[in-house]
T-cell receptor, first 113, second 117 residues
Framework: GESVGLHLPTLSVQEGDNSIINCAYS??????FIWYKQESGKGPQFIID?????DKRQGQRVTVLLNKTVKHLSLQIAATQPGDSAVYFC????????????FGTGTRLQVTL | GAGVSQSPSNKVTEKGKDVELRCDPI?????LYWYRQSLGQGLEFLIY????????KSGLPSDRFSAERTGGSVSTLTIQRTQQEDSAVYLC???????????????FGDGTRLSIL
């Protein structure tokens, strides 16, 4: 069935290195994408979003890339810090679904010292 | 500023009891959403409110689940005759506007962890 999924369930990165978290989506009609960070016992925290008319968007230490041709989304975190350790979710809004988000299953980012 | 507030943060109840979960959205946010997150899983959409109306209830798993929103603000999610499979974290989110063309980020509360014994 249609889904938003992640290639890697766990990603281990050394402090100071860059992290790349990937996400594949299956619905070409999706027009809005969001990355969330979730720490243990907390709700998802908004990181960055991107609309389908864009290929790239940058925030503070984070960049989201959208490749509509292959329906792929990635989150890049520069100079990864221990505080970046969390589970990261991508989510999509499928056009015509009144802002309902469909979430992937998540990738755990572990930052090693 | 204040974020989305949910209460209680934890709820333990016996199978068969009714529970009410509360969500206070960010002030001024017209759209409100409920999601459910089972252990180690992604988030599952339950219901969406625009103002006090719920144009999308498609995610409610059964007729034991209901939700309302009053005054365009506070929302309650009610689960009647709880079952063990209802155990999960129930998350509420709000966004400034809703609808198909809004593309506004949803901001989440920390959820209510519901455990059914």
């Amino acid at each position: 069935g249609e889904s938003v999924g992640l290639h890697l369930p766990t990603l281990s990165v050394q402090e100071g290195d860059n992290s790349i978290i990937n996400c594949a989506y299956s619905n070409s009609a999706s027009d809005y994408f969001i990355w969330y960070k979730q720490e243990s016992g907390k709700g998802p925290q908004f990181i960055i979003d991107i609309r389908s008319n864009m290929d790239k968007r940058q925030g503070q230490r984070v960049t989201v890339l959208l490749n509509k041709t292959v329906k792929h989304l990635s989150l890049q975190i520069a100079a990864t810090q221990p505080g970046d350790s969390a589970v990261y979710f991508c989510a999509e809004n499928r056009a015509g679904t009144a802002s309902k988000l469909t979430f992937g299953t998540g990738t755990r980012l572990q930052v090693t010292l | 500023g204040a974020g989305v507030s949910q209460s209680p943060s934890n709820k333990v109840t016996e199978k068969g009891k009714d529970v009410e979960l509360r969500c206070d959205p960010i002030s001024g946010h017209t759209a409100l959403y409920w999601y459910r997150q089972s252990l180690g899983q992604g988030l599952e959409f339950l219901i969406y409110f625009q103002g006090n109306s719920a144009p999308d209830k498609s995610g409610l798993p059964s007729d034991r689940f209901s939700a309302e929103r009053t005054g365009g603000s506070v929302s309650t999610l009610t689960i009647q005759r709880t079952q063990q499979e209802d155990s999960a974290v129930y998350l509420c989110a709000s966004s400034l506007t809703g609808g198909t063309a809004s593309n506004q980020p949803q901001h989440f509360g920390d959820g209510t962890r519901l455990s059914i014994l």
